[in-house]
């Protein structure tokens, strides 16, 4: 008998390190030794498990080597929130900004380039290159500023590590650093081999997964909440049929609890810990996407506990942009003062920023005409108080608002 539950133990915690290794790569998908020790070595020991896993239940290709792991995701969802490269500071990168990151990743991969480079000598490289392919990169504080933005993210990666002075220092005032380069991990930055001849458009938009179950675990494992109106006819019967084999899944996989409401799913974390973006939070984006939900909840949603005539409240309600902006404008006079004065000064920069990170949680959905904002937002609205759900059995299927505790 003892035989027999020091098995059971073992498999139990067996299955729980792989089940942190596995959230440790869905958020961050570049892990490195150098930066976590502790967490690749348990990705390193479940190593052909996790690959599996994440094959069988995402459609993901997870590359082990003995310094760093690349989990190597497919292309987004059609409909589904995007994810951009992000600031230091949480700002999402520009256009011009992947410019200089395709550029940096471009120089790095030549074969001149050692496991060592000095600063100025890959910063030549960067603008030799670009003028080759038509590209002017002039030597101003912002252009240095955005080139060393995509040296920051490579730095956060693992993909490059400061040896000797910083990638700042020469934004600012142009000293000279020292970098080694992580090059066996440097081809696995892409997922996969660019197609000659092909732009962006072809590259996103990569041939859709035959497998909707597949599908479905994919939306859940990357968004926090997947709306019906997001399923193709295949997704969403998989959703009304398999929900119990679903929610165990996502549980035994990623340790993910399963919430089901008439409009729509949530693949909620108990832990808090799997998203990489944190809401409600500090800063002024995030205290105004928090105030500005709330009223848009208070003011557009049907109360939570009322029914609607039909038994059941609307997916989303629209809310016109000339209210969007009333709200928002009532809020910056309360509460601008405290705010980043480059966004209190610039509404329609400060409007653009909040509903990207509402929309990122899929609480809301820009329109020509306005903002649809989603049922699940009313989670938000204060006279609800809101507790942490506890991992339990799949609920039936309830018509009406979630009513959900965490973060998203």
Same mark, same amino acid.
């Given at each position: ?91 999402? /990168? ?159 996989? /990623? ?23 944190? /809401? ?121 608002? /979630? ?6």
């Amino acid at each position: 008998m003892s035989a027999g539950r020091g098995t059971v133990t073992t498999s139990a915690h067996d299955a729980a390190e792989r089940r942190t290794a596995a959230r440790a790569l869905l958020l961050t998908p570049v892990l490195t030794t150098a930066q976590h020790p502790d967490t690749m070595r348990l990705v390193r020991r479940h190593a052909p498990a996790l690959r599996s896993l994440f094959g069988a239940q995402l459609g993901y290709t997870l590359v082990v080597e003995s310094t760093f792991a690349r989990l190597l995701k497919t292309a987004p969802e059609p409909g589904m929130p995007v994810r951009p490269a992000r600031r230091a500071d949480g700002t999402p /990168f520009t256009a011009r900004g992947y410019v200089h990151l395709c550029l940096v990743t471009a120089a790095l991969l030549a074969p001149t380039t050692g496991e060592q480079v000095l600063l100025s000598n890959l910063v030549e490289q960067v603008r030799a290159d670009a003028a080759g392919l038509g590209i002017d990169i002039p030597d101003t504080l912002t252009e240095r500023r955005s080139l060393v933005a995509a040296l920051d993210l490579m730095v956060r990666w693992g993909v490059i590590a400061e040896t000797d002075g910083t990638a700042a220092g020469w934004a600012e005032r142009q000293d000279e650093a020292l970098l080694t380069v992580h090059r066996p991990l440097l081809p696995y930055l892409l997922t996969g081999p660019l197609p000659s001849g092909a732009d962006a458009r072809s590259v996103i938009d990569a041939a859709p997964d035959p497998q909707p179950r597949r599908r479905l675990r994919r939306m859940l494992a990357e968004h926090p909440v997947v709306l019906r109106t997001d399923l193709d006819a295949e997704t969403a019967d998989v959703l009304s049929r398999e929900r119990t084999a679903l929610a165990g899944q996502l549980d035994d996989a /990623f340790g993910l609890v399963l919430e089901t409401r008439a409009e729509g799913v949530l693949a909620h974390d108990p832990e808090a810990t799997l998203s990489d973006v944190t /809401f409600p939070g500090t800063g002024t984006v995030r205290q105004a996407a928090l105030l500005l939900v709330e009223q848009l909840v208070i003011e557009h949603l049907p109360d939570p506990d009322a029914k609607a005539a039909t038994g059941a409240h609307p997916p989303s309600v629209l809310v016109p942009w000339p209210e969007v902006d009333r709200l928002l404008a009532t809020l910056l006079a309360d509460y601008g003062k405290g705010w980043k004065a480059q966004l209190r000064d610039d509404p329609t920069r400060l409007r653009d920023e909040v509903l990207d990170l509402l929309t990122s949680l899929s609480l809301t959905t820009p329109s020509p005409d306005g903002v649809h904002v989603h049922a699940v937002a009313a989670r938000y609205r204060t006279e609800v108080t809101h507790h942490r759900a506890t991992p339990k059995p799949v609920p039936p299927e309830e018509p009406g608002l /979630f009513d959900i505790g965490g973060a998203p």
